[in-house]
């Protein structure tokens, strides 16, 4: 009667998986993903396996690549790593408080300086106070903006539509305002030419010319800038909302160190320190010796634990990119290697990741969703701080970041812990549920070349993260 019981209990168990199996299956058969991929890793968090298919292809995997970066990042660097930006002085300081000599200041590559993400740290008042505290009242020689740590460059497999607009912006030695400005414009009624009203900041030296094709017209913004990203010529194709005023969008600084000298001149000049207004050079051959010059301050920039936090929340691409830069110590290739030696050094599969670029703007990007469930599977066991910091970065369903939007009000809401990534024809989710049975789920998730609507896929997605909660 035992055994009799006992082979009940056990054919339960397995029609119960067999038919929660079904379910998750019956939702990726919809005839919406038809011609397109998906691919699925599903697990519990100590790796027993839920779900699979298509789980070991590298695919396309847009935003979510970024929390490979950050993790490494994390475990290479550690939460309290800082990027400095030095300030040193030549000559001497006279009495009267004239500096005869140059100011430097020496960037290593700090992407928060001015940051809207990081609004309580304010390089250019910190480089005020120090020459302030030095007795400076005024610069007889040129302030040297120190562009030179490395030299960027713009990455060949983003696509045109990309390069010029906001989320596009490469880190720099030198950066500001997250590399970015705003164009401002007023649209009129539907169908009618927008007016572009005011761009902010603006060079003073090599103002940016817009020439806007902008048309008043639906409900979001649809406005795409092109050109050269190095140019200070931009072309605006696309629409904005009718009827707005002082409506705002986001293009690429051509020159972040540029704009930094003259910011920082604007700076000193309104805080009674005296200097021409083209007394500034922006250098970028490694040509200047240290050795031979004063520090006289150094700036350092909001700890790692704070940058991953909003690089992850809100998807932030240039802060991704500067962590290859400080993986790498300057250079962008061996900060790729780094990533790829540390997946191979913890018996990560790394065959299965192909790395472009640091926060998943490029199509040549590959990653398997077993990966990316190893990963998370890996950072959930740990229970360290790096890992309390890293699962912190997340967004949460209904809740934050990318997420806040996403399951509110449903079972979904403060479960489903995920990192979305988006571009045309690419829809991604990777993180982890915890389930009404009170077990957290791993998964990774990812649609590629769908023809469908993205709400169409949201929908889809909605449905198999409601299916794990009830189900597992």
């Excluded at 950050?70 to 004239?98: L, R």
């Excluded at 200041?105 to 020459?131: A, C, E, Q, R």
């Excluded at 229970?383 to 912190?392: G, H, M, T, Y």
Aim: aromatic fraction near 12%; proline fraction near 3%.
């Amino acid at each position: 009667m035992k055994k009799k019981c006992i082979l009940v209990t056990v054919y339960l168990f397995v029609f119960q998986l067999f038919i929660a199996q079904s379910d998750l299956i019956n939702i990726f058969q919809n005839d919406a993903l038809k011609g397109s991929i998906t691919g699925v890793c599903v697990s519990y968090e100590d790796g027993k396996k839920i779900f699979e298919t298509n789980a070991h292809i590298q695919m396309s995997p847009a935003s979510i690549f970024k929390l490979l970066t950050s993790w490494v990042m994390i475990e290479t660097k550690g939460i309290n790593y800082k990027w400095t930006t030095d300030v040193y002085m030549s000559g001497k300081i006279t009495a009267d408080g004239v500096l005869d000599g140059n100011l430097y200041i020496k960037g290593m590559g700090d992407p928060t300086i001015k940051s809207k993400f990081f609004s309580s740290t304010d390089l250019l008042s910190d480089l005020v106070n120090t020459i302030k505290n030095n007795g400076i009242k005024k610069i007889k020689g040129y302030l040297i903006i120190d562009n030179a740590y490395y030299t960027p460059k713009i990455n060949g497999s983003w696509i045109w539509e990309d390069i010029n607009n906001y989320y596009a912006a490469i880190p720099y030695p030198i950066n500001i305002y997250d590399n970015k400005f705003h164009i401002y414009f007023n649209s009129h009624q539907e169908g009618d030419k927008a007016d572009v009203t005011n761009i902010s900041p603006q060079y003073i030296s090599n103002p940016i010319h817009i020439e806007s094709q902008i048309i008043s017209k639906g409900t979001t913004d649809e406005a795409y800038v092109y050109g050269d990203p190095l140019s200070f010529n931009k072309r605006i194709l696309g629409s904005i909302p009718p009827n707005q005023k002082e409506y705002s969008i986001e293009a690429v600084l051509p020159n972040s160190a540029l704009m930094f000298a003259e910011q920082l001149v604007q700076k000193l000049n309104s805080n009674q320190i005296n200097i021409s207004n083209t007394s500034f050079i922006v250098s970028t051959q490694d040509t200047i010796n240290y050795l031979n010059l004063k520090l006289i301050n150094t700036h350092y920039s909001p700890s790692l634990d704070k940058i991953i936090q909003q690089t992850n929340l809100h998807s932030i691409n240039l802060f991704a990119e500067s962590f290859l830069y400080a993986l790498g110590d300057g250079n962008y290739e061996l900060g790729k290697k780094k990533i790829t030696s540390y997946l191979s050094k913890n018996k990560f599969p790394s065959d299965e990741v192909f790395i472009d670029d640091a926060c998943g703007l490029s199509r040549l990007n590959g990653i398997s969703p077993y990966l990316m469930c190893s990963l998370l599977q890996t950072i959930l066991f740990k229970k360290d701080k790096n890992s309390e910091v890293f699962l912190n970065s997340i967004p949460v369903a209904g809740s934050s970041g990318t997420l806040k939007n996403f399951g509110k009000n449903s079972l979904l809401e403060n479960n489903l812990h995920a990192k979305t990534g988006y571009m045309k024809r690419v829809r991604s989710y990777t993180g982890y549920l915890t389930a009404a049975s009170g077990k957290k789920i791993v998964f990774c998730l990812i649609f590629n070349n769908f023809n469908c609507s993205t709400e169409k896929i949201k929908q889809i997605s909605k449905t198999f993260f409601e299916t794990l909660y009830q189900l597992y």
